[in-house]
Nanobody
Framework: QVQLVESGGGLVQPGGSLRLSCTTSGIIFSSTPMGWYRQAPGKQRELVARITSGGNTVYTDSSVKGRFTISRDNAQNTVYLQMNSLKPEDTAVYYC???????????WGQGTQVTVSS
């Protein structure tokens, strides 16, 4: 059974930082491309960043470029999202995803809430 468990969300002031983690099981993590998405209230889920199985970042949304960094530790079966210089518009539920054999972002975590507010 595939499981993705996000952690690290919370309330942070504008300009602050958070690091999200997504720990996985049930997949061959070292061979699986991963992604981080987010969904703000009343908006569609959007892709924030994607990383290849080998650790290359292949996508970073323009709204977070220069502030967010996706990375992974294949030994720990974990993907990270380092978020710096957070803005109120970054407030959302953040989800990690894992590609399946044929389907991009086939598997999803339960999400972690990030709230940026003073």
């Amino acid at each position: 059974q595939v499981q993705l468990v996000e952690s690290g969300g919370g309330l942070v002031q504008p300009g602050g930082s958070l690091r999200l983690s997504c720990t996985t099981s049930g997949i061959i993590f070292s061979s699986t491309p991963m992604g981080w998405y987010r969904q703000a209230p009343g908006k569609q889920r959007e892709l924030v960043a994607r990383i290849t199985s080998g650790g290359n970042t292949v996508y970073t949304d323009s709204s977070v470029k220069g502030r967010f960094t996706i990375s992974r530790d294949n030994a720990q079966n974990t993907v990270y999202l380092q978020m710096n210089s957070l803005k109120p518009e970054d407030t959302a539920v953040y989800y990690c995803s894992a590609d399946g054999p044929l389907i991009i972002s086939e598997y999803w975590g339960q999400g972690t809430q990030v709230t940026v507010s003073s």
